[in-house]
């Protein structure tokens, strides 16, 4: 990767992304695939924050309001034509997802969230599962789980070979990336943002994105844009490879091609630092052993941990800030499941002026003052 050093000037481009994680790698490669000249700038390198520290799960069950899991239902659907254009493997698996269930308060309000996305969407087909029914899909399951809710939607992915694989795409298709290039601020003048200053230099632009993840909100922030973001941090184990156990990835828990079995994780609020701690391996550890009973002689291999950003309402960040012409953002949670999509709806407002993608619901201003929605 090539690096910005002290004292060079940046060349001019037409639009700067600020993230090299899955969603700004996703923005930069449908952006170039259409001929745009893009430059990607990134405070540390590809996947170095939560897309490197993730289960790796393409996710649709329990995923309110309706709107919102009918997004996550087309950028899974997404995922499969876009891994048609990479040049190497990303492990996608779509054989649907089971979440199981031992308490009944538990089991029956998942359900009641089930029943309201499948009467609200057609979409949306997930389906209880008596306890029978649920060790019939995954035979290893424990025989003390009440019942399970299987989505056929639902799947898995490897998080970092889509990131590397969305980056070193781009890059055939002429982007740029610049790494290490902390710390950056957004500039403007008085028709819009002119591109971002980093140590190097100005990289001028007429187009900013901002995917930074973590790190959105505080860009962001000195241009008057209130973007309300939590933070939680969540530890993940690795087995080393094992014997089929699993073929259904679950909320928590999947068992790779090679038979290692990513198992999380925790949900840790206000944390932002990637801490390991031996309280959270073994809250992981006794919750997946409850599950599948056959992981209690499993060794470890590796233990980590990430932090997700959250929208403080819950819904993406996603689209053009109006009130200041060139700026997008593209932040949320389920980053891996969602970045397809974030890679279409925003190339298609930069380069058409429109998308056919509803997202009125994840305006960036919304929560800004004197915001005022779109029918």
Not at 228 to 236: A, H, I, R, S, T
Not at 303 to 329: C, E, M, N, S, T
Request: glycine share 10%.
């Amino acid at each position: 990767m090539s690096r910005v050093l002290p004292g060079v000037v940046c060349a001019e481009t037409q639009v700067v992304v600020i993230g090299a994680g899955v969603i700004g790698c996703s923005i930069a490669y449908h952006l170039a695939r259409r001929g745009a000249a893009v430059t990607v700038v990134d405070a540390n390198g590809v996947a170095t924050g939560t897309s490197s520290a993730t289960l790796g799960l393409v996710w649709v069950q329990r995923k309110e309001p309706a709107e919102y899991m009918e997004l996550n239902y087309l950028s899974s659907r997404l995922h499969q034509e876009l891994a048609k254009t990479f040049d190497d493997d990303v492990e996608l698996n779509q054989p649907g997802g089971i979440a199981t269930y031992f308490d009944q308060p538990t089991f029956d309000k998942q359900l009641a969230v089930m029943q309201r996305l499948n009467a609200a969407s057609a979409i949306h087909q997930a389906r209880m599962l008596t306890a029978a029914e649920a060790r019939q899909m995954e035979p290893e399951l424990s025989p003390y789980i009440l019942g399970a809710i299987y989505c056929p939607h639902d799947g898995e992915i490897n998080p970092i070979r889509l990131a590397v694989n969305l980056a070193r795409n781009a890059r055939k298709h002429g982007v740029h990336f610049i790494t290490h290039a902390g710390p950056i601020q957004i500039k403007k003048g008085e028709a819009g943002v002119v591109g971002i200053e980093t140590p190097g230099g100005l990289v001028r632009a007429g187009v900013v994105v901002v995917a930074a993840g973590m790190g959105t909100s505080a860009l962001v922030r000195p241009l008057g844009i209130d973007l309300p973001v939590v933070f939680e941090k969540g530890q993940l184990l690795v087995t080393e490879a094992m014997r089929r156990i699993m073929t259904y990835p679950t909320g928590n828990t999947r068992q790779t091609g090679h038979g290692n079995i990513l198992l999380g994780t925790t949900y840790e609020a206000d944390q932002s630092e990637r801490v390991t701690t031996l309280q959270g391996a073994s809250r992981i550890a006794g919750d997946v052993i409850s599950r599948y009973p056959a992981l209690k002689d499993a060794r470890i291999i590796r233990h980590f941990a990430g932090i997700r950003p959250l929208p403080q309402d819950g819904k993406p960040y996603l689209g053009a800030v109006k009130r200041l012409p060139g700026l997008y953002v593209a932040t949320s949670h389920s980053g891996i499941t969602l970045s397809p999509v974030h890679g279409k709806v925003i190339s298609e407002l930069i380069l058409d002026g429109r998308t056919d993608v509803p997202i009125s619901a994840y305006s960036p201003e919304r929560c800004c003052s004197g915001f005022t929605p779109e029918p």
